[in-house]
């Protein structure tokens, strides 16, 4: 037998594995009875049906013919990745114009077509508008500066 | 002089520095903007309480309260920033009694309701009572008890969740009357209101209800507090009805994170008790059910102390889990 | 109501909107409205967020006149970012990313986008005459709905999911389970228990929508785009004609017209309908086309009925909250939450006792419908040309404004990293092609499903067979079985040859 669709394959391991993780996660909690539906009695049915779902795809991949698997483009998806992270982990600490230059320029280093003069621009461009927009206009709570910088808190 | 004793009056000396700087910087408390956490979304009865109360503390300090929504968990995460804030005055917490008195007992919580909080305010109790839709047919609280007895677990009551101050009034209720109602978990006094409004739910117990029965689409039994709502002079009160320590009271209030200078909380709190006895205060608390008692930051935390003792009771008593 | 009252409401409704100050609060929320929410990620939701404590200063009227401003702005720009960027601005837009950002990479944003505000003037239009000419009635409607009525009403809403898919049915249906799963994360209502938290409590009240959103369409989107020129330039490289054509008027009339009806039934459920108008809608058209596969491809019908649903639900969602102080979303309870601020309880009182803010508030809706297409037509143009900027630029732009958008929710750098997760998951899926559209249906449809699917189990003690014994519970779920037969038979036939030819 020959695996005919790889994507039919990859999905229905997918589904299979992410049905066996709620089932199992799920195992514990509490089923309570036909008047009071209990914490566990909806992911159960879920976990059973994506795992049936999962198992017709892998069998259909053995039966019909599908598309084969693409390749991954590694470069953004890493650097994508990376940039929001290091907003998330940045902005509260560093303020808002540093974790944007992180993050932007992550996201920049994640396409070859980057040009950096360019970017540097855009760069500028972007943290005016974003301090400007959400600090001064809309008010967030949000640190500008690094927090150990004294005024860092507001901007007015 | 000896070595001793000179340590000593040094020692004295340097807390004596400390303490001077403490009450001078509550003698020029607020500086800044203070930051004023709630721990629900926007919009609710909290934000409905709360917002009023930073307003008139703006225009008494001349300096901004600034309310920050912090909503989730039953109001855990909110009450976790606020317990993980600096002491220093420039953070509060405001909030009902439930994630403090009602929640620890249930589950495991982030934060200690008595040591990482100092108890600053009290800013409204909110007086509401039990409603029951009229297809019921009956009137009073006595005839609703009568028809309970009569018919067990007939009658059903919308809660805002799953061991929230309204289920634990409930419980309450069955457990000091010996009658069988069918609890309903809501998300919400909305949530609930939606249901009990066309009968499909016959009672609740929240403040959300009450401008229904004002327009008489509900009839309201009883008030869970010590005293009447204004707006309702014949309503009787749980103690009037003969069934004492059943309020299960839902009361708001201000905490500091645990360590904040005395002398701010001193200060706050004269502050709050003036103008809770403003009649235009009293007149917007009233407007959302609520009346604001006048308290010291000592007895607030003994009214905590009192208040998570006797749901802690209730709680056990009625085998509330979270299972 | 007579037409002596209807007029004399209507006339003071009139009066206190058609004030200078108002109006302009209603001009300052729908600009405000529509800038914050063509950010992507920053919804209604959180523009209204942000912005209710500034309209405390303001006198009652003009607070909720700009609040409700606040909310169509954002909800239409929510449209427009749906369509430019397949972002979708809130819940109800989804659905408009199917067809909307197929059109707009083949050059007809400018179309998509027209027809997209004037569908939902045309829908807002009609449903403020529904709110002053039938609230009552209508909310007494709304009343019949049971628990076990939403019950059957959501599995209609999830069958209508699978409908959607546009391609392997199975991979929908696997979606959909999955989307169910990722709602449920967090606390179960009914007991209090937390499920696949892993004990952190920014899960304890679940994933947001939002982060969720920005993760699966947008973060994912950036990955796929970044190296890929293929899939992200414009088919048609030249932005062919801002304007719809007047085949595209044509054959949106009838769209527009049903979506506005149905948007405009199920807005006034309390209960959640206003999240189905859109897929509703959409499901509807699918069937009722004599080339459905052709939608999500660039339909303009797909773009048209959504979009005049979502909007009418949006008008009619105010019912409940103006006639019985019920708010049937977050963005009502908002709206609650403001007018408790200017001390003015919301319920049945209200339209008697302070009847100029009543219908000076239906009045400004109207008004602001205007407004809104008014300032978004011109814009319409400025729009298309950004999406000329370069992507390697855009995308990050595109980015940021993801990351803050879901930051500025809660204030909550870990909801952040959740879009990262979101990411990774959502491009995973679409190497796979799998649609997430279905996943996000299920994902709001599923714990919804739940909770009345326990609650009427608990009113009715136990006895299943009261989903078949409500009339309105039995029609949703008839309807569901006939659908669900009609998407699957033919699947089980194809499936069926192949294997006899094998």
């Given amino acids: 037998m020959r695996i005919r669709s790889g994507q039919d394959i990859a999905t229905g391991l997918l589904f299979l594995a992410f049905g066996l993780a709620a089932y199992w996660i799920g195992a514990d909690y509490p089923m309570g009875s036909p008047q009071r539906p209990g914490t566990g009695v909806l992911p159960r049915i879920l976990a059973w049906c994506l795992m049936g779902t999962g198992a017709i795809l892998c069998a259909k991949a053995f039966l019909a013919d599908g598309t084969a698997l693409t390749r991954w483009a590694w470069r953004p998806v890493i650097m994508t990745t990376l940039a929001t992270i290091a907003f998330a982990l940045t902005v509260d600490n560093l303020g808002l114009v540093v974790s944007m230059l992180l993050s932007m320029t992550l996201c920049a280093l994640g396409t070859p077509e980057t040009r950096w003069r360019e970017y540097a621009i855009f760069c500028v461009l972007m943290v005016a508008l974003g301090v400007g927009m959400f600090i001064w206009g809309l008010r967030m709570p949000i640190p500008v500066w690094p927090v150990s910088l004294p005024g860092a808190l507001s901007w007015n | 002089m000896q070595r001793r004793d000179f340590l000593t009056l040094a020692g004295a000396t340097l807390a004596a520095g400390f303490s001077s700087k403490a009450s001078a910087q509550a003698q020029g408390w607020p500086e800044r903007t203070v930051k004023v956490i709630l721990p629900y979304a926007p919009g609710g009865a909290t934000d409905a309480i709360g917002r009023p109360w930073a307003d008139k503390l703006s225009q008494a300090f001349g300096q901004q309260f600034v309310i920050e929504n912090r909503g989730g968990a039953s109001g855990m995460i909110g009450v976790e920033a606020a317990s993980k804030s600096a002491p220093d005055g420039y953070t509060l917490l405001l909030t009902p009694n439930a994630p403090l008195a009602v929640l620890p007992s249930l589950r495991k919580t982030p934060y200690d309701p008595i040591k990482s909080f100092d108890p600053v305010g009290r800013v409204g109790d909110v007086i509401n009572g039990f409603v029951i839709h009229p297809s019921v047919g009956v009137k009073t609280f006595q005839e609703m008890v009568e028809y309970a007895k009569k018919n067990p677990g007939k009658l059903t009551f919308g809660s805002s969740g799953n061991g929230t101050s309204t289920h634990l009034r409930l419980e309450m209720l069955k457990y000091k009357t010996g009658i069988d109602i069918l609890h309903i978990p809501y998300r919400g006094g909305a949530d609930t209101l939606n249901d009990v409004l066309p009968g499909t739910v016959h009672m609740m117990n929240e403040p959300v209800s009450l401008p229904h029965a004002k327009a008489g689409k509900l009839i309201l039994l009883n008030v869970n507090s010590q005293v009447r709502h204004p707006d309702f002079p014949d309503i009787p009160t749980l103690t009037e009805l003969g069934i004492t320590g059943a309020d299960v009271p839902i009361w708001f209030s201000i905490f500091a994170p645990a360590g904040t200078p005395k002398d701010i909380i001193a200060k706050l709190n004269a502050k709050m008790q003036e103008i809770a006895r403003t009649d235009d205060m009293k007149a917007k608390l009233i407007a959302v059910n609520a009346v604001a008692p006048l308290q010291s930051p000592e007895n607030m935390a003994k009214h905590l102390l009192e208040d998570i003792k006797a749901n802690a009771e209730l709680i056990n008593a009625a085998s509330i889990k979270i299972e | ?502």
């Fill in chain 3, 1 to 502: 109501m007579e037409l002596g009252s209807l007029f004399s409401n209507l006339s003071l409704g009139f009066s206190v909107a058609v004030s200078l100050q108002n109006l302009f609060w209603c001009l300052m929320g729908a600009v405000i409205g529509t800038a914050v929410g063509v950010l992507p990620g920053v919804g209604p939701t959180a523009t209204m967020a942000l912005l209710l404590p500034a309209t405390y200063f303001l006198p009652p009227e003009g607070a909720l006149i700009m609040l409700a401003g606040i909310y169509y702005g954002a909800q239409y720009g929510g449209s427009t970012t749906a369509i430019l960027v397949n972002l979708p601005g809130e819940a109800s837009s989804v659905v408009t990313t199917l067809d909307g950002y197929q059109m707009a990479r083949q050059g007809r944003a400018g179309p998509a986008l027209a027809i997209a505000a004037l569908g939902s003037f045309f829908a807002g239009c009609v449903a403020t005459i529904a709110i002053v000419l039938a609230a009552p009635p209508l909310t007494r409607l709304a009343q019949q709905f049971a628990p076990a009525d939403y019950f059957s009403l959501m599995v209609l809403g999830l069958v209508f999911a699978v409908v959607l898919a546009r391609g392997s049915v199975i991979k929908a249906f696997g979606m959909i389970f999955l989307g169910m799963l990722l709602g449920l994360v967090g606390t179960d209502v009914n007991t209090g228990n937390t499920r696949f938290t892993f004990g952190i409590s920014d899960l304890f009240d679940g994933i947001g929508f939002v982060p969720l959103v920005m993760g699966v369409f947008g973060i994912a989107e950036i990955m796929a785009n970044l190296t890929n020129p293929q899939r992200r330039d414009l088919v048609d490289a030249k932005v062919s004609g801002l304007l719809p054509t007047k085949e595209d008027i044509m054959r949106s009339i009838a769209p527009v017209l049903r979506g506005t009806f149905l948007g405009g039934l199920l807005g006034i459920l309390p209960g959640g309908g206003a999240v189905l108008a859109s897929f509703s809608a959409y499901t509807v058209e699918k069937r009722l086309s004599k080339t459905p596969e052709k939608f999500g491809t660039g339909m303009i019908e797909g773009v048209a009925a959504p979009e005049s649903a979502n909007n009418a639900a949006a008008q009619t969602s105010f019912i409940p909250m103006l006639t019985l102080g019920i708010p049937s979303n977050a963005v009502m309870a908002m709206m609650i939450g403001g007018m408790m601020i200017h001390g003015i309880i919301p319920g049945p009182q209200v339209m008697e006792q302070k009847p100029g803010l009543f219908w000076g508030m239906i009045v400004s809706m109207w008004i602001g419908n205007l407004m809104l297409v008014v300032l978004n037509l011109p814009l319409i143009g400025i729009w298309v040309r950004m999406l000329l900027v370069p992507y390697r630029l855009l995308a990050v732009a595109i980015l940021f404004f993801c990351c803050i958008g879901v930051y500025s929710l809660n204030n909550s750098a870990n909801e952040v990293l959740i879009i990262a997760l979101f990411g990774v998951i959502g491009y995973l899926l679409m190497k796979l092609e799998c649609e997430p559209a279905p996943l996000l249906l299920g994902f709001l449809l599923g714990p919804m499903m739940e909770v009345y699917m326990r609650r009427a189990m608990l009113l009715s003690r136990g006895d299943p067979w009261v989903f078949l014994q409500r009339p309105l519970s039995l029609t949703f779920l008839a309807i569901a079985v006939v659908l669900l037969l009609f998407v699957i038979l033919p699947n089980v036939r194809r499936a069926r040859e192949t294997a006899f030819q094998e």
